[in-house]
Nanobody
Framework: QVQLVESGGASVEAGGSLKLSCVASGHTTSGVCMGWFRQAPGNEREAVATIDGKGRPGYPDSMQGRFTISLDNNKNTLYLQMTSLKPEDTAMYYC?????????????????????WGQGTQVTVSS
């Protein structure tokens, strides 16, 4: 079993920055396919940034440039650095993991590939 606990969400003004954290327990993060997803009310859960078992990041085209994913295996913690935040970034942000996934280069952007999810952390960006 993998437990994931996110933190770092907050209310910020447009143009601001936030860094989200996801602490994993029950399994090492080393070699694990992990990712950050987000879901706004009425929208599907979408990939923001992912990382493969070798620590290589992957970003959907729509997320390129303002988001940076990183992993500290010593702390079993996944991070998401967000800059130049926009009101449309407002959403619940979730951490996901799948220790059994044969992770593609840069990680998987497919929500259903992940079997473990955190409870989410809310990010609200005001204009």
């Amino acid at each position: 079993q993998v437990q994931l606990v996110e933190s770092g969400g907050a209310s910020v003004e447009a143009g601001g920055s936030l860094k989200l954290s996801c602490v994993a327990s029950g399994h090492t993060t080393s070699g694990v396919c992990m990712g950050w997803f987000r879901q706004a009310p009425g929208n599907e859960r979408e990939a923001v940034a992912t990382i493969d078992g070798k620590g290589r990041p992957g970003y959907p085209d729509s997320m390129q440039g303002r988001f940076t994913i990183s992993l500290d295996n010593n702390k079993n913690t996944l991070y998401l650095q967000m800059t130049s935040l926009k009101p449309e970034d407002t959403a619940m942000y979730y951490c996901a993991a799948n220790p059994l996934l044969l992770c593609p280069y840069g990680g998987s952007w497919v929500r259903d590939d992940y079997g473990y999810w955190g409870q989410g952390t809310q990010v609200t960006v005001s204009s």
